[in-house]
Every structure is written in structure tokens, then in C-alpha cells.
């Protein structure tokens, strides 16, 4: 089966194996994202987007549309719709949810829930430039070469950090992102990733 398309992709999420993803309890501010998929021109990218400067939090920093639950939100899935449809204006009906990533908890105290999910055909953005300063479209194929996944690391201070970092044109990707996507390379395309360090 050709790997580069949303049929296969929506398969591997439906495969018993990929439902039993790693749920993690922690007391951390608990926060939701969204991983899309879109096709375009018959190619299949992953929505990314780069937080505007102007933020107080991870300001710049590339990620997934999503943030923080809030006191209205009934669940992690809405907040993540919720978030989502603030960051880059694509609305729930626009989203078929597919599964679940495993949870992370980030190193500054949130813990995130990732969903996964196919936008829609002529689905149109509507970008909020006080959130994300840019639209980011990741090719799949930059996420089934496992050189572009690199497991590295950086001091910030006095400590050093170990962390997973993928290499796409001039772009940052590391952290909780890098993390994740790290995680459905490995869950749908089996690529083999190793932490060298």
C-alpha cells in the first residue's frame, strides 16, 4: 500500500495497535493540540504553525494549532477544536478526528493531549496574526526519512538538555513538537529512531 496518502494514514490509526496509545496522569496544567493532515495538490502535509513574538508563552517557537484546557471546556477535544479554530480558523466541522497521540509533559509543566485529524477538502484558513505569526505546511516525507529526526542536545544554564529536533528547510522544529511528531513517524510509517546520546 502507497504510504503517502490519507487512506493509509486513516488505516494505521484504525489498526487496534495504534488505538492503545501511552496516557499519562500528572497534576500538570493539562493543554490539547491538534496534528492535521491536508492534502494538497496531491501531496499530504502536516499543519504546523510559528506562535507570534508577541506571546508571552514559547514565543516564536513552531507548534501544533492547539493550547491550555479552559474552565468552558468539556474536554481535551474541545479545547483543542476550540484552540484550533482561534489560531488558524478551522472550525469542528471541518476535522475528522482519526486517534490519538501519546500524552507528553513538557519541561515547563504542561501536559499535553494530542489528537489527530484529517481537514477537510477545500477547507480555507483564517489565520490570527496575534497568535501565529505563520502557516507552516510539513511534507509527510520529511517525517518518513528518519535523518531529518535527531536526537540532540543543548545547556540551557547550568543543565543539559536531551531532546528530539527535525530538520525542515530554515525552520526549528524541537521540544514538545518535535516530540510528538517523532512519535507518529515511529506509530505510522515504523521508521526506526534512535536517541544516540
Known sequence: MIKNNLKFINKKFSEKLLLSFNKISSSAKKSAVMCLFIEKKNRIYLILTKRSEKLNQHAGEISFPGGSLENHDKNSLMAAFRETYEEIGIPERRINVIGQLDDYITGTGFHIETYVGIIKKNTIFRVNNEEVSELIFLP??????????????????????????????????????????ANLSVKVWDTKLQKAI
Open 140 to 181: 509527510i516525507e520529511v517525517l518518513q526519512n528518519k535523518t531529518n529526526i535527531m536526537w540532540t542536545s543543548k545547556k540551557f544554564g547550568n543543565k543539559s538538555y536531551n531532546f528530539w529536533k527535525i530538520k525542515f528547510l530554515n525552520y526549528n522544529i524541537w521540544g514538545a513538537t518535535a516530540s510528538i511528531l
